[in-house]
Nanobody, 123 residues
Framework: QVQLVESGGGLVQAGGSLRLSCAAS????????MAWFRQAPGKEREFAAT????????YYADSVKGRFTISRDNARNIMYLQMNSLKPEDTAVYYC????????????????WGQGTRVTVSS
């Protein structure tokens, strides 16, 4: 089992940057594909980025590609999301998620979730 705790959210002006962290407990972190999802007010949860178990493979939603970078440190059981050039439309609660096996793009394919961290981008 994996327990996930996000941190790093906050209020930032448009064009600014934030780095989110997801700390994982349990011995299965290095065997889990990880992902970031986000949920804006009044909208469904959407995929943002995913990273393979080794970190060698990453995929991004078109809406964040070129601005966000997902990474992981398996020695420390931490995953990151570096967010640059933030836009007001990036405002959402960001969730990290984990699943055994390969990367995936839909929320239903992930077994473990954090409680979320709120990101607010002001214009």
């Amino acid at each position: 089992q994996v327990q996930l705790v996000e941190s790093g959210g906050g209020l930032v002006q448009a064009g600014g940057s934030l780095r989110l962290s997801c700390a994982a407990s349990g011995r299965t972190f290095s065997t889990s594909a990880m992902a970031w999802f986000r949920q804006a007010p009044g909208k469904e949860r959407e995929f943002a980025a995913t990273i393979s178990r080794s970190g060698a493979i990453t995929y991004y939603a078109d809406s964040v590609k070129g601005r966000f970078t997902i990474s992981r440190d398996n020695a420390r059981n931490i995953m990151y999301l570096q967010m640059n050039s933030l836009k007001p439309e990036d405002t959402a609660v960001y969730y990290c998620a984990a699943r055994s096996g390969t990367t995936a793009y839909t929320a239903s394919e992930y077994n473990y979730w954090g409680q979320g961290t709120r990101v607010t981008v002001s214009s």
